[in-house]
């Protein structure tokens, strides 16, 4: 079986924040994966260079009388490997549902 | 009021979890987590969770791999470009590692590993104990193992072997047949001994338990290496018949090639040949040894228990041959192993002292590096490396060089265990099983890591507290380090402490192999040659052909030139404990006997043949045979014993308590008693018979060759041939074993004294020439470092005198402090050193005396060298260089 390219807990995070989560507790809410996970996800895939983060405006939270998050966007980088990996899953869904097709049940005479 | 709870639980543990980030992205990490819970206020503390694996995983990106190998990439250039300080550093470290993973290697392998039978760890010995005759671990009566076998609850199984003696359970076989007669060694065994360790054997089977009984035991298993050696593997072996001792017996198995019973190389097993009145009557003689296995779940506890009561049944019911007799029960490899228990624990403790010195001699080297490598950190600091950047970098330099001293101490180790293997002493248990086994190697990587982190973790920690400005400005005095310079004096004292005690207990264990060597053994081990023999019983069964062999061998020995004397005896000296047994001395009081004493068979000339005298009376001659009245010699350790004022030439004694049948025996003379039985202990109160009277199929014979003059020693003059060469003419048929001297039973009965001496002097020379290293290092250092000082003071006027003073001075403080604690380490130690030690005492105030004399002879020569080069500072010099 070939290797994924990622891990699927790091696509399931990267999915969720192109579909909109812009922080952690987002991505945890979105993809109910428990924050050991997502946090250190979130991390590695920035260093992997998949994500960035960039810190929301303080005047904003300021007003809002709440302190400013940190926010993590997908790179370009980052699309490419969801859609690598994103394949790379369906192809392995593919062979199971393949080999599932083929598995016949023994019938056991007594 | 519960929210802001929560919060705090949450914050707390973000707080701890803080630690781990990396200090460059802390705040930045504290602020993401307060925004995070901030917003998730009722799940905060499940949320906070997240944190601990976060700070983790930005830890793990900081300690990035290629950072890592930057460091080692980094350290090897260093270690390439200092190369001197490199290869002492690694073959100290070598020298350290390679001792350590040896010993640790033989003491794994002897002490702790389980004996290779199956489920081992239930395999336990069983003996016999009786306080009146002083037995802590006899053999067994077989009528009293046939009662243990049967009314035990505790046990799966029980074998017997037959033994004679704690170190006497090796029984001699002649091979005949085809080809030369062969002298083979083996065990008499019961049907289930293989079973019972759970050994199959390689090729056909075991005994099964009908041939444990006469008539049916005409069978032997044999080992893989005379099925080789003897049989060219020849696998139809198996259901043919051998002859041994003259009698033919079917082989019905070939042994594992690594099957061993304790140490012993062995060749054939056979079985017992009981007869079921034997077994159930014999109470007396006491020769088997008993192994057995513990049922699952039963302790040693429970066993020695159960074996008490049967031990006291049979006490109420044979009164007359079971009073006080107890039986004890231990785990068999303690059996096995337990004799070398204590060696093994000082050789353990020695080399860890060896490991340590090396350990601080490295720091200490790696210190006075750290000195000169003072600018270089601080450069390196100055450009912007975090002091725990310069502090990693210094561990992974330590742990590389320790790698570098660890790969060659696995060399040096499997060197020396190959070594040990090879030249070891026979007596040690289990010694072909040593090898550098996995748990060596990981034990040996494991110290490898650990000496490079506390050999280099003090001069890393010293990089850290470096005055930048200070090392850059680089003036020499100022690149020390002064905290460095008390360190480095803490660790040469510790070397000589350490040092110090390893001496002790090299002088300690040399001189008392001294006093072995000197003992007087009562015979005369040079010019003689020794050969022993075992008639077969086909041929040789009436004790009147025993005897008229062994006549005539002894004439025709004695008519060899240069032969002085002749003589057998049945037990061979220095060949383990002879039989003993109880003695009455005629016309005594009725309750006096004496126990233990014991007993051998001689034929005349034998003592003289030995060396050894006649004190009192005369020795055996040609009249004591059958049918003549009985005579006894006895040694003067019975006569001191048991005759205080009485003379007891042509006293009678009997071998039996008073009342025995045992019939009378007339003392003809007083042999001077001589180290029959081992070289370290004395002898004992011992009965001789003559060999004419009381015949055996086993007896060795003993030569000496010249006489007044300076003969030629025995040995040089070619006697084996012609010894064997009469053998052979009086019996084709007879096996000879090696003819050897006398001396060389000295030499082996003496071989564990000597492994232990050798090898505690060679660690105790490593430590003394580690530590006088050291020592020479941090007194050069001082010298160079004070050179200034020197300099100013001798302009200023200081003598010579006055600068050897300013030296020495150190040194000697040094020292002394290293001596008192070497002392108070020696004399800690010495209980466990007691019992390693024959005739001088772990506390000799002698030894402590030389040894200390002998380090501060060692010490002064490492001052030598750093006091000229002081005396050699030009003033001029010194002032030019501020």
Known sequence: M?????????????????????????????????????????????????????????????????PPRRYYEVTRAGEKILTAAVAALKERERAARARLRAFRPVKVSR | MKRMAVTRVARLIVNAASVVVPRWRRSEWRREWDAELWYAPRGAVRLSAGAV??????????????????????????????????????????????????????????????????????????????PDRHWTEAECAPANFADWTRENQSFEDMAAYWGAARDAWIMNYALTGAGEPERLKGMTVTANFFSLLGVQPALGRAFVADEDWRGKDGVVVISDGLWRRRFGADPALVGRAISLDGR???????????????????????????????????????????????????????????????????????????????????????????????????????????????????ANLMLARGAARAR?????????????????????????????????????????????????????PRLHEIRLDRAALAFTMAITIVTGIIFGVVPARQSRVREVTASLRGSARDGGVAGGGRLRHALVVAELALSLALLVGATLLARSFVKLNQVDLGFVPEQTASVQLILPRATYNTPQRQSEFLDRLLERLRAIPGVRAAGAAQRALLDGSLWSSDFTIEHRAPDEYGIEVRHNELTPGYIDAIGGRILRGRDF??????????????????????????????????????????????????????REEGVDFDPRPTIYESLAVNTDLMFTIVLRSGGGGAPPPVEKIALAPTIRGIIHELDPN????????????????????????????LFAIAGVVLATVGLYGVLSYLAAQRAHEIGVRIALGATGGDVVRLV?????????????????????????????????????????????????AVAMCAVLAPVRRALRVSPLVALRAE
Request: with cysteine; proline share 6%; hydrophobic share 50%.
């Open chain 2, 621 to 674: 001659n040609a009249s004591d045979r059958a049918g003549a009245p009985l005579t006894v010699l006895v040694n003067d350790a019975l006569v001191r014993r048991y005759f205080r004022n009485e003379d007891p030439i042509g006293q009678r004694l009997n071998f039996d308590r008073p009342g025995g049948t045992s019939p009378w025996r007339t003392i003809v003379g007083v042999v001077k008693a001589y």
């Open chain 2, 734 to 761: 007879l096996p000879v074993a090696a003819v050897t001297p006398l001396t060389a039973r000295v030499d082996e009965a003496l071989a564990p004294h000597r492994f232990s001496t050798t090898l505690m002097a």
């Open chain 2, 53 to 130: 694996p976060h700070a983790l995983e930005l830890l793990q990106q900081h300690w990035s791999l290629d950072m890592v190998t930057q460091d080692i990439g980094y350290g090897f250039r260093m270690l390439r470009r200092s190369p001197g300080f490199t290869i002492v550093a690694a073959l100290t470290l070598a020298i350290g590692i390679g001792a350590t993973a040896a010993v640790f290697s033989i003491v794994h392998a002897v002490l702790w590993r389980e004996l290779p039978y199956r489920a081992a760890a239930n395999l336990v010995q069983l003996w016999e104990t009786n």
């Open chain 2, 248 to 362: 033919p017996r079917l082989v019905v198995g070939v042994l594992p090639a690594d099957f061993r019973f304790n140490n012993a190389p062995l060749d054939v097993w056979v079985p017992m040949g009981w007869t079921p009145e034997s077994i159930a009557n014999t109470r007396r003689p006491h020769n088997l040894r008993v192994i057995a296995r513990l049922k699952p779940g039963v302790t040693s506890a429970q066993a020695q228990g159960d074996l008490d009561r049967i031990a006291s049944d049979l006490e109420r019911r044979y009164p007359q041959t079971n009073t006080h007799m107890g039986v004890g029960v231990g785990p068999l490899r303690e059996w096995i192993v337990g004799p070398s228990r204590t060696a093994l624990q000082v050789f353990l403790a020695a080399v860890a002292l060896v490991l340590i010195v090396a350990c601080a001699n490295v």
């Open chain 1, 2 to 66: 070939s290797r994924l390219p990622l891990r699927p807990t790091l696509v399931a995070v990267l999915q969720a924040l192109t579909a909109g989560a812009r922080h952690g507790f987002d991505v945890i809410s979105a993809t109910g994966l428990p924050s050991g996970t997502v946090y250190p996800a979130l991390a590695r895939l920035e260093h992997e260079g998949f994500v960035e983060s960039r810190w929301e405006d303080h005047k904003v939270a300021q007003k809002e009388k709440r």
């Open chain 2, 376 to 428: 270089e950190l601080a450069i390196r600091s100055a450009l912007g490396a975090s002091s725990t950047r310069l502090v990693r970098q210094m561990l992974t330099e330590s742990v590389l060089l320790a790698s570098i001293g660890g790969a060659l101490g696995l060399l040096i180790a499997s060197a020396a265990i190959a070594a040990v293997v090879a030249y070891g002493p026979a007596s040690m």
């Open chain 2, 808 to 856: 020495t001075r150190q040194a000697a403080r040094l020292t002394a402090v290293g001596m008192i604690g070497g002392l108070a380490l020696a004399l800690a130690s010495g209980r466990l050193m007691s019992g390693l030690l024959f005739g001088v005492n772990a506390y000799d105030p002698a030894t402590y005396a030389v040894v200390l004399a002998l380090l501060s």
